[in-house]
């Protein structure tokens, strides 16, 4: 049956190539990306790290909705490589979603490989990033999608756009620091700084001078596209004594939500449009970590900053400084969240495939108590106590060309056991299973997953990313999942469309989205150390009906392992 199956794979493939119409107003969009090494300097110390094209953050790419890209990766870094373009759902493009060992293996030092995929039906802000190990840190970027030619934005359009990324700096190698996590099996060292558009900002030693700067004409309306590229850190944004209006989160259209304060979870975009509206000065944008930990530690708990600057202003004033908010202010992130809505929403009013998934991060054992997690074990992160282990060759050759052995397709739709999931957990709950399963999803299905939040070991909120697919946040609650009650309370009206989200820290959240996307997709924690210590899992969408629907085969530059 494995060989009909691709035989009618490749028919159908065949047919896709030489019988697929060319939209008019669609571009082919095609840039070089050369993965290399650059000598940096950030507060006060100089490190080597990962570049795409010498540029950190790397190259914004800014392309039409309906744009076919190829990007072609040179990897001359002396290390593997996978890029990921989150977000993007990859529709009949499933090789080129980039994570390591789930869609493709890496890209092997002075290696290439080609990614080419379709941006459809999808506006605003997207982003990219490396998809192995902790290169993410430096290798990443904006990816703009604007309106279709000849389309506008479902907003009045701006007098200019500004992309901001945010992330971290690590007085260190980052390959490094995670080598040292993994060996001790614990979590990597916090970073030396946060940073906007790379830099850390007038509070940080040695960057006052190098402070990002965007300039604005008093009166006028900006479109600010925030992306978060922090490997750990959630963050509050503020800007001094200016409000914004939120228009899109996740490259979808919200309906406007006016606010002082921004939370962007790490792997998040927000478009937010701002007015000018002060007079003339400087005022910092500002963000600090977001940590919903109990012991307030394990983050950097410092400011960074940009600076609004009006035209008119002098460079010799002081600028303006927001108040942000506490940085374990647990409330705000939740009523942020409730209070974004869908535009244009869809959302499934029937659920063919319920699953209930815990989440958080276990402990495994060491020899001898060996390990500096706790209790002298080696942390690890687990959903329905499976905590994901990585195969030899990624998930989705497998699963094309029939490969057994490399996963089972029995992930749990529920816990093995029922406990007082937000409580004083037993020790004896912990230790999760280590396995390579995927859950398997019908094609054209409709899905709808309660994430409970658990307190083994700590509890805090976890940013969930779904590759392949956006999802509508249905609903969310503090304290242990009632499925008699709580559904009741469900937004199936306009509920925010997200690709990645918060679970609450103590709680739970509900999603549902439509698997018509066939092929392999991750999901995982957003918080990188989390990701690379099992925090994953895999969803395997079958073939639908029609050639249209159905995994083409690889490329002929598909890296083997």
Same mark, same amino acid.
């Given at each position: ?118 941006? @459809? ?49 690590? #007085? ?47 009166? /006028?309306?900006?479109?600010? !596209? ?31 939500? @006016? ?19 002060? /007079? ?7 963000? !600090? ?16 900053? +940009? ?70 074990? !080696?942390?690890?992160?687990?959903? #329905? ?50 396995? @390579?399963?995927? /859950? ?47 559904? +009741? ?26 698997? #018509? ?45």
């Amino acid at each position: 049956m494995a060989g009909v199956s691709l035989v009618l794979k490749l028919l159908c493939f065949l047919c896709l190539v030489f019988v697929a119409p060319w939209t008019a107003s669609a571009a082919l969009v095609q840039q070089k990306f050369i993965i290399g090494t650059q000598t940096v300097t950030r507060v006060c110390n100089t490190q080597t790290i990962v570049t795409v094209n010498g540029q950190y953050p790397g190259p914004t790419i800014t392309v039409h909705e309906g744009d076919n890209l190829i990007i072609e990766v040179d990897n001359n870094c002396p290390y593997n490589i996978t890029l990921h373009w989150h977000g993007v759902k990859q529709f009949q493009s499933g090789w080129a979603d980039g994570p390591a060992y789930v869609t493709q293996c890496p890209i092997i030092p002075g290696n290439k490989y080609t990614y080419n995929f379709t941006i @459809t039906g999808q506006e605003g802000t997207l982003w990219w990033h490396a998809h192995i190990t902790y290169l993410r840190a430096t290798v990443h970027g904006a990816l703009i999608v604007l309106p279709r030619i000849g389309n506008e934005y479902p907003f009045p359009k701006p007098e200019a756009e500004f992309p901001l990324i945010i992330g971290e700096w690590w #007085n260190a190698n980052v390959e490094d620091v995670l080598a040292d996590a993994v060996r001790r099996g614990a979590v990597p060292n916090d970073s030396n700084a946060y940073t906007i558009n790379s830099q850390p900002g007038d509070f940080y030693p040695c960057s006052a001078n190098d402070t990002s700067k965007i300039l604005v004409e008093a009166g /006028k309306s900006y479109l600010l !596209r925030i992306v978060n590229c922090a490997m750990v850190i959630s963050y509050f944004f503020k800007i001094a004594q200016h409000t914004m209006t939120v228009v899109a989160v996740d490259s979808v259209y919200t309906k406007p939500y @006016t606010t002082d304060v921004l939370v962007v979870y790490p792997g998040n975009t927000i478009d937010v449009l701002i007015t000018a509206d002060q /007079k003339s000065g400087l005022y910092y944008i500002a963000i !600090r970590a977001y940590s919903s930990e109990p012991s307030g530690t394990g983050f950097l708990n410092t400011t960074t900053t +940009a600076i609004l600057q009006y035209t008119d202003s002098s460079n010799s004033l002081v600028p303006v400084l927001p108040s942000l908010p506490a940085f374990n202010d647990t409330a705000l992130p939740f009523n942020f969240k409730a209070s974004l809505r869908t535009l244009k929403p869809l959302v499934p009013q029937t659920v063919d495939e319920e699953m209930f998934i815990t989440e958080g991060v276990g402990v495994v054992s060491c020899p001898n108590n060996s390990c500096a997690g706790f209790n002298g074990g !080696r942390v690890v992160g687990s959903f #329905n106590n499976i905590s994901f282990v990585r195969p030899d060759i990624a998930l989705l050759q497998a699963y094309f060309y029939g490969i057994n052995g490399v996963f089972t397709r029995d992930f749990p739709g529920n816990p093995p056991l029922a406990f007082d999931y937000t409580g004083n957990v037993s020790k004896s709950l912990w230790q999760p299973q280590l396995a @390579t399963k995927v /859950k398997v999803l019908q094609f054209n299905s409709t899905v709808q997953i309660v994430f409970q939040n658990t307190a083994i070991v700590n509890i805090e909120e976890h940013p969930i990313h779904l590759h392949g697919h956006n999802f509508y946040l249905v609903g969310q609650g503090f304290g242990n999942y009632n499925p008699q009650t709580d559904p +009741a309370t469900f937004n199936l009206v306009d509920p925010v469309m997200l690709n990645t989200f918060g679970v609450p820290t103590g709680g739970w959240a509900a999603i549902r989205f439509t698997a #018509n996307n066939p092929g392999v997709w991750l999901m995982h924690c957003h918080f990188e150390s989390h990701s690379e210590f099992g925090f994953d899992m895999v969803f395997l969408t079958l073939d639908g009906p029609g050639c249209s629907v159905k995994v083409p085969p690889p490329p002929a530059d598909l890296p083997k392992c």
